[in-house]
């Protein structure tokens, strides 16, 4: 049986928050509609909660074995009968116009793609939600019909909002034309999907009027699991991936692209300092009688912190900027060196630990992989590429540098 919108709703252990998600999804002042609930082996009470709900004619029920998100999306797909389709994850909800008001757009304008704006909220305390705020778009980008290489500029410019799946209604041809399906066994699988759909797509809308609820805070896979080496060789394959979809997009111009490559590798640095940041305090704690000399380049807030970190059990730290004029100044009481002084104080040795500790971390390691002072990544890991987070971080970071540099 055809319909006009077919609602994904992938469900693991969600049960304290799913009949929240569910009671928004019944009330919709839309009647054309289905909702399917695919249950990937739940092992809480969702699955009983999800029952419940079958005695509404809108409502289908898929249970199958534990395989992530990805794969509960991708049944939902598959078993979709709707002209259009929208994703709404299990914890979260939606206001009592969500479809109407997409799926309006959606027919007034032959859209392929149109994204509403979001909330964020917290847990309750008692019985008052905590809301975070509003994440509404710029207005430039919103109200009214945009063609691929304006709704792309603002995919790249907004960011988060445009890369989630879920608060946004698509055409289903475009899925079922193209075979695109959500990558599974991935972490923030999302994100190279979104950018396959858009790249099929044609005509988009964004509203800037809030009809979907984020629940933050909530346990998730995102959370815990970004440093498994597996889970971080993922990141990078989707970032990289992303960026060769973008790049390869002609109705795009440069500046756009190199705005994308940027903020995409952001995501990925950003990851790797929290990474990094754990390391440094382990350094801290197991450095015995200060055996490691540690250089910190360059001298900014990140370097500050780790100067804070370090200084009590480790003797020998140096901040290296390649500003000529801070050469000899103090920073955080620990005395700078210029850039120029590295090659001759052996960061190659294992003794020595080198920091790169900012977001411009591709750009340092080509001014320092140029001028000699390191030849691999691994010089640049606070433990040598000597365990397997940073084995797969050496190997991202090639990649990602050859994307940056074509080498």
């Not at 044609?202 to 346990?219: A, T």
């Not at 390191?374 to 990602?400: C, H, R, T, W």
């Amino acid at each position: 049986m055809c319909v006009a919108v077919s609602i994904v709703v992938p469900i693991y252990n969600t049960e304290k928050y799913l009949e929240e998600c569910l009671e928004s999804l019944k009330n919709q002042d839309f009647d054309d509609y289905e909702v399917i609930l695919v249950n990937d082996g739940s092992t809480d009470g969702s699955l009983r909660i999800c029952e419940k709900y079958l005695q509404n004619e809108n409502f289908k029920l898929i249970s199958q074995e534990n395989g992530g998100p990805a794969k509960a999306r991708n049944t939902g797909i598959i078993q979709a009968a709707g002209k259009y389709i929208t994703f709404v994850d299990s914890d979260d909800f939606v206001t009592v116009d969500y479809c109407r008001s997409l799926y309006d757009l959606m027919e007034q304008y032959d859209l392929d793609v149109c994204a509403a704006s979001f909330k964020t909220f917290r847990e309750p305390q008692g019985d008052i939600l905590f809301e975070v705020g509003e994440n509404v778009f710029n207005a430039r980008h919103s109200g009214s019909l945009l063609n691929k290489a304006e709704f792309l500029s603002a995919y790249v410019e907004e960011g988060l909002s445009l890369i989630l799946s879920w608060g946004k209604m698509y055409k289903m041809s475009i899925f079922k034309d193209n075979a695109i399906f959500f990558p599974e066994g991935w972490l923030y699988e999302e994100s190279v999907l979104t950018l396959e759909v858009y790249g099929q797509a044609k005509r988009f809308y964004i509203l800037n009027r809030v009809l979907y609820s984020w629940r933050l805070g909530k346990p998730s896979i995102t959370n815990n699991h970004h440093l498994k080496p597996k889970n971080i060789s993922h990141e990078f394959t989707q970032y990289i991936k992303k960026l060769e979809i973008l790049f390869e997009l002609s109705c795009i111009d440069r500046s756009c692209k190199e705005k994308g490559r940027a903020n995409f590798s952001d995501e990925l640095i950003r990851i790797f300092l929290r990474y990094q940041r754990e390391a440094v305090a382990s350094i801290a704690i197991t450095n015995g009688g200060g055996s490691n000399q540690i250089f910190i380049f360059p001298a900014s807030a990140i370097c500050a912190n780790y100067i804070e970190i370090l200084k009590s059990n480790c003797t020998e730290i140096s901040v290296v900027d390649n500003d000529a004029s801070k050469r000899g100044a103090i920073f955080h009481s620990t005395p700078i060196i210029h850039f120029s002084e590295l090659k001759a104080r052996g960061i190659k040795e294992s003794e020595t630990v080198l920091i790169a500790s900012h977001s411009f971390f591709i750009p340092i390691y080509k001014q320092l992989f140029d001028n000699g002072i390191v030849s691999s990544f691994a010089d640049v890991m606070p433990y040598k590429g000597q365990n397997a987070i940073e084995q797969e971080y050496v190997k991202g970071f090639e990649k990602l540098y050859a994307f940056w540099y074509g080498k």
